[in-house]
C-alpha cells in the first residue's frame, strides 16, 4: 500500500493565489475570437468581452492575467491600442497576421474586472523606450492632472487602474533583444527606475529571468540587480521529443507519455537550482520566483496556422498540470506566481472556442479541483509509492491548511492503487476526482467526455484515512 504522511511545518509558507496564474498573449486565437469578439458579436459579449470566457475563468477564481506577451510584449506599443483610431499592425512573431489593437490597455483592464483578478502587464523592453514605459505606468497609475493622464481621462476612465505587477522585458536573452546577461542587467535597472509610484501603489518590479537552463543568467540578475527588483522571472516549457518535432498532442503511447511526465518533473530541479542561487543574493527569500510561463508545447493539430499554436488538451496535459503545481506549492517559500501558457486557444490552455462555442480542457479541470491551496498555509508531505520503469514515483503530492480545512492533491499517473493517509485528524472529508485514459480530451461535440466527478473511495479511521485510487486519476480530498 502506497503512503502520504502529512505534518505542519515549523515557519511554513502560504501558498500564494498567484501560482494559479495565467497568461493572455496576443497570438493566435487567444484574444481575439477566444477572449474578445466586440460589442456588435452575436456571441454574448459584455463590452466585447465573452461572457463563456469569463464565466469559467470567475469559476476556478482565476487569481492574475498575465498580458500581452510574450514575445509580443516586445514589439508592443501601448499607445497603438487607446483611443478611437488605433495603429494597425504585423504579429511577425505569431503567424504574420494583423493586429487591428482594438484591444488593448482599456479592454485588458476591463476583462480584469469582469473576472475579478489581478492585472500584471509586461511592458515592452526589446523596441522600446523607457520614456514609453514610463507613461504607460503613469497612464494606468496616476491621479494627477498631466497630459498622460489626460489621455486616460479622454479615452472613459477618470480614476487609475492601479496595476501593481509590472514585466521588465520578456525572453531579453532571445526575441526579445538577444542580450548578453550584463547588458540585460543595466537596462533593467534603469528601466525599473522609471517604474514609477503613485500614490500608494508600490509596483511589483518582475525582471527578466531565465529560460531555466542559464544558471549565469541567474548569478548575474542577482549579483547586479537584486535590490532593484521584486521578482524574477523563469521560463519552462514541458516538450516530450524535440523543439523540430515536439510530438502529437493526442496521438502518443504510454513510452511517451512517462516521457511527458519525466520532462515536467524537471521544473522541481529548475527551481531548486535557481533557487539556491537566488539564496546567496536574498536569504531572507524577498524577491518572488515567478514562473510566468510554463506548461505542455506540442505540435499544432493538423491544417491549422502553424504560428498559431493551437493544440488539444488530453488527460495527459491534466497529469502535467497537476504534477506542475504540486511543485510549485511545495517551493511556495520561493515561488509567488506562475501563469500557464495560455488561457485559450494556445498551447496547454484551459479552454478552447470554435465561434459561439466553448468547451473547458483538463487542464481547467485541474486549476478547478486545486482552488483549495489558494492562499493556505503549506503541509509537509512525505511520499512512499512505487517508482514507474523511467524513474519518477506513481503518486504526485501536495497539502495545505487553512482554517480547520485541510486540502491534498494527489496525481496518480499509471495504475490503480490504494494508499493510507496519516497525520490527518478529521471528521469528514470530501473528494473530487478527474480521471481517464492520458489520451483522452474534449471536443465540441463531447465537451464533457472528461470532467470533475464526486469522488467518494475514502474511509476515515481513528488515526489514518485510506483512498482507493484509480489508474490515471487525479484526486482533490478536503478534511475537516
Not at 101 to 109: I, R
Not at 168 to 178: P, Q
Not at 416 to 431: C, H, L, M, Q, W
Not at 456 to 472: C, H, I, Q, S, T
Request: net charge negative; with cysteine; proline share 3%.
Amino acid at each position: 500500500m502506497d503512503r502520504i504522511t502529512i505534518g505542519r511545518m515549523e515557519n511554513a509558507p502560504v501558498i500564494d493565489r498567484n501560482i494559479y496564474g495565467h497568461f493572455a498573449e496576443h497570438l493566435g486565437h487567444c484574444i481575439y475570437e477566444g477572449i474578445f469578439v466586440g460589442k456588435d458579436s452575436r456571441i454574448p459579449n459584455v463590452n466585447g468581452i465573452r461572457s463563456d470566457v469569463v464565466e469559467a475563468m470567475k469559476r476556478i477564481n482565476l487569481p492574475i492575467l498575465r498580458w500581452p506577451g510574450g514575445c509580443f510584449a516586445d514589439e508592443y506599443h501601448w499607445r497603438d491600442g487607446i483611443g478611437q483610431q488605433r495603429r494597425r499592425m504585423v504579429n511577425t512573431n505569431w503567424g504574420g497576421i494583423v493586429e487591428d489593437n482594438t484591444f488593448g490597455t482599456h479592454e485588458f483592464m476591463e476583462l480584469c474586472r469582469q473576472v475579478g483578478c489581478t492585472p500584471y502587464v509586461n511592458v515592452n523592453v526589446g523596441s522600446g523606450t523607457v520614456r514609453e514605459m514610463a507613461e504607460w505606468v503613469e497612464y494606468m497609475n496616476s491621479d494627477g492632472d498631466s497630459t498622460t493622464v489626460r489621455e486616460r481621462w479622454d479615452n472613459g476612465r477618470k480614476e487609475p487602474f492601479n496595476v501593481r505587477f509590472w514585466g521588465i522585458g520578456n525572453e531579453n536573452w532571445g526575441g526579445g533583444g538577444n542580450m548578453r546577461p550584463e547588458y540585460y542587467s543595466d537596462v533593467y535597472r534603469q528601466f525599473q527606475t522609471f517604474c514609477r509610484t503613485y500614490g500608494d501603489n508600490v509596483p511589483y518590479r518582475i525582471a527578466c529571468g531565465s529560460d531555466g537552463e542559464d544558471l549565469e543568467w541567474t548569478e548575474v540578475m542577482m549579483r547586479t540587480a537584486a535590490k532593484f527588483m521584486d521578482g524574477l522571472s523563469l521560463h519552462y516549457y514541458t516538450v516530450t521529443k524535440t523543439w523540430e518535432d515536439k510530438g502529437s498532442a493526442t496521438e502518443f503511447d504510454d513510452e511517451l507519455y512517462l516521457q511527458t511526465l519525466k520532462k515536467a518533473l524537471r521544473i522541481d530541479e529548475l527551481i531548486t537550482n535557481h533557487g539556491a542561487i537566488m539564496d546567496r543574493f536574498d536569504p531572507e527569500r524577498r524577491i518572488g520566483m515567478i514562473v510566468d510561463e510554463w506548461g505542455c508545447w506540442h505540435n499544432v493539430e493538423p491544417g491549422t496556422n502553424p504560428g498559431f499554436l493551437y493544440q488539444q488538451n488530453t488527460m495527459r496535459d491534466a497529469m502535467v498540470a497537476a504534477l506542475s503545481l504540486n511543485i510549485f506549492n511545495r517551493h511556495s517559500e520561493r515561488v509567488r506566481m506562475a501563469n500557464i501558457a495560455q488561457a485559450v486557444n494556445v498551447l496547454q490552455s484551459i479552454a478552447l472556442t470554435d465561434g459561439d462555442k466553448m468547451l473547458l480542457t483538463p487542464t481547467y479541470h485541474v486549476f478547478d479541483l486545486y482552488q483549495g491551496h489558494m492562499d493556505a498555509e503549506l503541509l509537509q508531505c512525505m511520499v512512499e509509492c512505487k517508482s514507474l520503469k523511467n524513474g519518477i514515483g506513481q503518486l504526485s503530492v501536495s497539502a495545505s491548511r487553512k482554517a480547520e480545512a485541510i486540502t491534498l492533491t494527489i496525481a496518480n499517473f499509471t495504475d490503480e492503487t490504494t494508499v493510507r493517509i496519516d497525520g490527518v485528524n478529521a471528521k469528514r472529508v470530501s473528494g473530487r476526482i478527474l480521471k481517464g485514459s492520458p489520451r483522452a480530451y474534449n471536443t465540441f461535440d463531447e465537451p464533457n467526455f472528461v470532467c470533475p466527478d464526486s469522488f467518494g473511495e475514502v474511509k476515515l479511521f481513528d488515526d489514518y484515512v485510506e483512498a482507493k485510487l484509480p489508474a490515471n486519476s487525479i484526486v482533490a480530498l478536503s478534511f475537516n
